[in-house]
């Protein structure tokens, strides 16, 4: 187990390694409450299986702002409460949700088939939608944007149990990441920010 | 004279039993409902418990006819992890009171015998550290709920 003094310098040479990189992305900078990401992590990129069993990747959903979040199905408390609150900040964006999608990754592919995401994200919000995929195509979604997962047996029937982040990854239309919402933060200000981005309109 | 000392005994641990009224007779629930997931997933169970007694109580875990199992949990954020845990116990002081809510301490509700649907009441047994337990009823809300009031949406009876 690495110290948090360590994962936290390791993860801050991160994200000056990609300030340097993405300098040339030119996002138009915007006014956001949430922590910025602007230019500091990489385009959303995925090849995935959506919950209508169909092949998705990034490029599918550019010209909506996306909502990322990692979770899985047999998550009883935390997963369902972030899922019903991004629920809550759909409904007061109103008109404005349509330009919006909150995708839903899990990070346990195994047990979280097409069918099973597909009743799962369907009981929260229409625009949701659940992916899956091929454990490989998840953990790099993951590593893409230095979340984390890990799995932990539980004892009986082989079930197991996952800690993951909770963080919720936010991108512009164009597919660059752009604020980070935690717990910990006012989920006024997720609605503030996704609507300084909806109103950007669609991509050129 | 063997019969002699262990009725001396009985005599003893049932005045003891006196003394102190059973956990399940001093503890007050409400907000008892259960977040329902699609399928066979696992729930979420949550509930206010008022100790209104003099003496402190624990929470041991809870059982119920609706699903073969059933586990008292926390979920925790930590350096932006989530985790879930098993929990042994959850004291309840004299006079004081636990939220189980989500987000924090909850019922882990799984394997349901039969689909439990937005509406229904569930019964459970609350399970408390002096063997007692107290019978209270769930109520089955939609996924998408935030708590244990019925949504905007449904029909206002009242």
């Not at chain 1, 019903?84 to 109103?94: N, R, S, T």
């Not at chain 1, 490989?136 to 009986?156: I, Q, W």
């Amino acid at each position: 187990m690495k110290s948090l003094r360590t994962r936290l310098a390791a993860l801050l040479a991160l994200l000056v390694a990609g300030t340097l990189l993405a300098g040339c992305h030119g996002a138009t900078p915007l006014p956001f409450r949430l922590t910025d990401l602007t230019g500091h992590m990489p385009q959303l990129e995925f090849n995935l299986t959506s919950d209508e069993n169909k092949p998705v990747s990034a490029t599918d959903y550019r010209g909506k702002v996306v909502l990322l979040f990692f979770g899985y199905t047999h998550c009883p408390d935390v997963c369902p409460l972030t899922m019903a609150q991004l629920h809550v900040v759909m409904k007061k964006l109103g008109a404005q949700a349509d330009g919006a999608r909150i995708l839903f990754v899990s990070v346990d592919p195994t047990r979280d088939t097409p069918a099973v995401l597909h009743g799962y994200v369907n009981a929260f919000d229409k625009h949701a939608i659940g992916l899956t995929g091929a454990p490989r195509a998840v953990e790099a979604l993951v590593k893409r944007y230095r979340s984390a997962f890990t799995r932990e047996p539980s004892g009986k029937d082989g079930n197991y149990e996952v800690s993951h982040s909770s963080a919720i990854y936010v991108f512009d239309r164009d597919g660059n990441p752009r604020v980070l919402y935690t717990p910990a933060d006012k989920q006024d200000d997720l609605v503030h920010d996704l609507q300084l981005l909806l109103d950007q309109g669609e991509p050129t | 004279m063997k019969h002699a000392r262990l009725f001396a005994l009985l005599a003893g641990l049932s005045l003891a039993a006196g003394v102190h009224a059973a956990a399940a007779d001093q503890v007050h629930a409400s907000h008892a409902w259960i977040r329902v997931l699609p399928g066979t997933l696992p729930a979420g169970g949550y509930v206010t418990l008022e100790n209104r007694g003099d003496q402190p109580v624990a929470l041991t875990g809870a059982r119920s006819t609706a699903y073969a199992e059933v586990m008292l949990h926390h979920s925790s954020t930590q350096g932006g992890m989530s985790r879930m845990a098993m929990v042994e116990s959850l004291p309840i002081p004299a006079h004081g009171s636990v939220v189980l809510g989500p987000g924090g301490y909850h019922l882990m509700l799984m394997k349901p015998a039969a689909a439990v649907l937005p509406g229904n009441r569930v019964q459970m047994q609350l399970q408390f550290d002096d063997g007692s337990s107290l019978p209270v009823d769930f109520v089955a809300r939609p996924a998408n709920a935030l708590g244990d009031e019925a949504p905007a949406s449904a029909h206002s009876g009242h």
